[in-house]
């Protein structure tokens, strides 16, 4: 059954790290759960030809994590649009279970854009007082939703605004609210 699913429900993923933590967590997830995806790549301020990683910003600092991020998604959309159904956002510090991630996922209407993630408040750090989908926390975006967010406003500076004209799916389990 992994098989089958494996091929039906394609993932790319990408994890935002840094230099520091590419010892201490970018080899152990490497190595672990992210090798389960179909395709990864870690996103990074440094460039490294021995690992799997994209400089996106020039300093690391809470402040480039959207900067990352959003690194992230053009390389994916420019780069692995057609190649992938789903594109995930991650960090160093996560965990995945792709096989359970790739079952859920195969329910998904793949004529439906989604975006999946968790709700939180924001904080000032975003100056937003809205509720939005948590930029640190894992994001799972469709390829149709990948679409429509590339080519309405990219500019923006949340992906997870109301403006994205996809299906929202909040990820929780039983100890969450």
């Not at 990408?14 to 395709?39: C, G, N, Q, Y």
């Not at 510090?93 to 939180?120: A, Q, W």
């Amino acid at each position: 059954m992994a098989d089958k699913l494996a091929a039906k429900v394609r993932i790319y993923c990408f994890i935002l790290t840094m230099p520091a933590s590419r010892e201490k967590k970018a080899v152990h997830v490497k190595a672990t759960w992210a090798r389960h995806f179909d395709k990864f790549a870690f996103i990074s301020s440094e460039d490294d030809p021995d690992f799997p990683v994209l400089k996106a910003v020039q300093n690391e600092s809470r402040k480039h994590l959207w900067l990352k991020t959003r690194f992230g998604f053009i390389n994916a959309y420019r780069n692995h649009l057609n190649d992938f159904e789903f594109f995930m956002k991650a960090d160093d510090d996560t965990y995945v279970i792709v096989e359970n991630l790739r079952l859920l996922l195969s329910t998904k209407d793949p004529n439906v854009p989604i975006l999946m993630g968790r709700r939180f408040k924001v904080s000032s750090l975003f100056s937003c007082k809205n509720v939005i989908f948590h930029i640190p926390i894992r994001v799972i975006l469709h390829r149709k939703c990948a679409s429509i967010f590339f080519v309405t406003d990219f500019n923006k500076s949340s992906l997870y605004g109301s403006y994205v004209a996809c299906r929202r799916t909040l990820i929780k389990d039983r100890t969450l609210e």
